[in-house]
């Protein structure tokens, strides 16, 4: 009998006790991205040489490294670019041979009313762009697996922007992922499109608010002053549409086929 009690006891404890992450207000994500994809590399690229690794493995070797910060009480966010690393592989020394990268990300706010403002450099083109939580669309599956212990479930893009996959888990209670893959019911572990690969690091919790509030701020008036210049703002669907033509273009034209759902 007593040690019943001392379960119930236990168990009681464990019901009403909250976790350290309950109580935090910031929740950090850390992501890797490479410039690669099942899309964009072809039999040709993955071949190298003892002499020379392919080109495959010379792209696989650029990473760069994101920060999502999302407010748990209000759900804004946003998704920085930190950091990039390049690991040479062999053949690849001379630091005059750089990558022509087609897309790379520099930051995305996601506003309390679920706006969305993003700066991107697109073929050495940069882009401020503003949409809206909703701008992608999701067909969700029912296919599952784990990812480094999570749950995750499968989610594909429809619509204007295709060659978009992302696994997602609910395993924590946040709807959001990089950049602008938002909409979901929970948080995205991977992502693929054409022009790139982002998975999950890393998930930590903090109540430094006043930090969020410097890193969301500075963005947020960076993109404020270009919109109001107009020379590179644009709206998110229409991007989404060149980048779309983009993609299929590269694709159909490295692959020498046409690019099919």
Same mark, same amino acid.
């Given at each position: !009998? ?5 379960? #119930?006891?236990?168990? !009681? ?27 964009? !590399? ?9 002499? *020379? ?36 592989? +062999? ?25 969305? #403002? *993003? ?44 060659? #978009? ?75 989404? +549409? ?7 273009? #590269? ?11």
């Amino acid at each position: !009998m007593y040690r019943k009690y001392v379960f #119930l006891f236990i168990l !009681m404890c464990l019901i009403t006790t909250r976790s350290p992450s309950q109580s935090m207000q910031i929740v950090k994500v850390t992501y890797i991205s490479f410039p690669i994809s099942q899309y964009n !590399m072809t039999e040709e690229f993955m071949r190298g040489t003892p002499a *020379k690794a392919s080109l495959y493995e010379f792209m696989n070797g650029i990473s760069d490294y994101y920060s999502l910060y999302v407010n748990l009480k209000d759900r804004s966010s946003v998704y920085v670019l930190d950091s990039t690393v390049q690991i040479r592989p +062999i053949g690849w020394e001379n630091p005059n041979v750089t990558a022509a990268l087609a897309d790379t990300v520099l930051f995305t706010l996601k506003t309390v009313d679920s706006k969305t #403002l *993003k700066q991107e450099w697109i073929m050495n083109q940069t882009f401020f762009s503003e949409g809206q939580v909703g701008d992608i669309e999701w067909e969700l599956t029912t296919e599952s697996k784990i990812i480094d212990g999570l749950n995750c479930l499968k989610a594909t893009s429809i619509g204007s922007y295709p060659m #978009l996959t992302v696994w997602y888990t609910k395993d924590l209670p946040i709807s959001s992922g990089p950049s602008i893959y938002q909409g979901l019911p929970g948080l995205v572990v991977w992502a693929e499109d054409y022009f790139r690969t982002i998975q999950l690091l890393k998930i930590e919790y903090s109540n430094d608010v006043d930090e969020f509030n410097k890193q969301y701020n500075a963005k947020h008036e960076i993109f404020s002053k270009e919109k109001e210049r107009g020379k590179h703002y644009t709206k998110e669907p229409i991007l989404l +549409i060149k980048k779309s033509d983009l993609a299929t273009g #590269l694709y159909e034209y490295y692959h020498k086929k046409p690019y099919k759902r």
